[in-house]
Nanobody, 116 residues
Framework: EVQLVESGGGLVQPGGSTRLSCAAS????????MSWVRQAPGKGLEWVSG????????SYADSVKGRFTISRDNAKNTLYLQMNSLKPEDTAVYYC?????????WGQGTPVTVSS
């Protein structure tokens, strides 16, 4: 059974940093591209960042480019999102995402609140 478990969210001051983690199990993590998606209060899902299976290729939404860094440790089956220079508009629930064939898999999400 595929499981994605996010952690690391919380309350962060504007301009601050935090790192999200996503522990993956139930599939061969190192062979799948992964991504982070967020949902701000009252809004739809927004793709944030993606990374290739080996970690050599990454991509970012314009809204986070230069501030967020996605990475992965295939030996630990873990996906990360380093978030710097956080803004109030980054407030959202952040989800780890994987697609296998026609099916999408999501974690339970971890909330990040950027506020003073």
């Amino acid at each position: 059974e595929v499981q994605l478990v996010e952690s690391g969210g919380g309350l962060v001051q504007p301009g601050g940093s935090t790192r999200l983690s996503c522990a993956a199990s139930g599939f061969t993590f190192r062979t799948y591209a992964m991504s982070w998606v967020r949902q701000a209060p009252g809004k739809g899902l927004e793709w944030v960042s993606g990374i290739s299976s080996g970690g050599g290729s990454t991509s970012y939404a314009d809204s986070v480019k230069g501030r967020f860094t996605i990475s992965r440790d295939n030996a630990k089956n873990t996906l990360y999102l380093q978030m710097n220079s956080l803004k109030p508009e980054d407030t959202a629930v952040y989800y780890c995402h994987m697609r296998r064939g026609w099916r999408d898999y999501w974690g339970q999400g971890t909330p990040v609140t950027v506020s003073s």
